[in-house]
Nanobody
Framework: QVQLVESGGGLVQAGGSLRLSCAAS????????MGWFRQAPGKEREFVAT????????YYADSVKGRFTISWENAKNTMYLQLNTLKPEDTALYYC???????????????????WGQGTQVTVSS
């Protein structure tokens, strides 16, 4: 069983920055594909970024490319999402996800994962 706990969300002005964390616990979690997704009110959950277990491969949604950076710290079993140059349209509940058998590309395309966190709220004011 894998548990994922997000933190780091908050209220920030447009143009500001935040760093989200996803602490992962469980057997062999360092070999999992990890990802970030978000869901705004009244909208479907959408892909933000994924990272392979080796951290060698990353994917980003076009809407966040160049502004967000996904990373994984093996020593802490923690995934991060650095959010820079935030926009009001980035406001959403951000979820982290983990899966032992899917690739970073597949998680990006399908939006499916075996494990999900509870979410952390990001609110960007204009």
């Amino acid at each position: 069983q894998v548990q994922l706990v997000e933190s780091g969300g908050g209220l920030v002005q447009a143009g500001g920055s935040l760093r989200l964390s996803c602490a992962a616990s469980g057997r062999a979690v360092s070999s999992y594909t990890m990802g970030w997704f978000r869901q705004a009110p009244g909208k479907e959950r959408e892909f933000v970024a994924t990272i392979s277990w080796s951290s060698a491969i990353t994917y980003y949604a076009d809407s966040v490319k160049g502004r967000f950076t996904i990373s994984w710290e093996n020593a802490k079993n923690t995934m991060y999402l650095q959010l820079n140059t935030l926009k009001p349209e980035d406001t959403a509940l951000y979820y982290c996800a983990a899966d032992p058998s899917t690739s970073a590309y597949e998680m990006r395309v399908t939006g499916r994962a075996d494990y999900w966190g509870q979410g952390t709220q990001v609110t960007v004011s204009s």
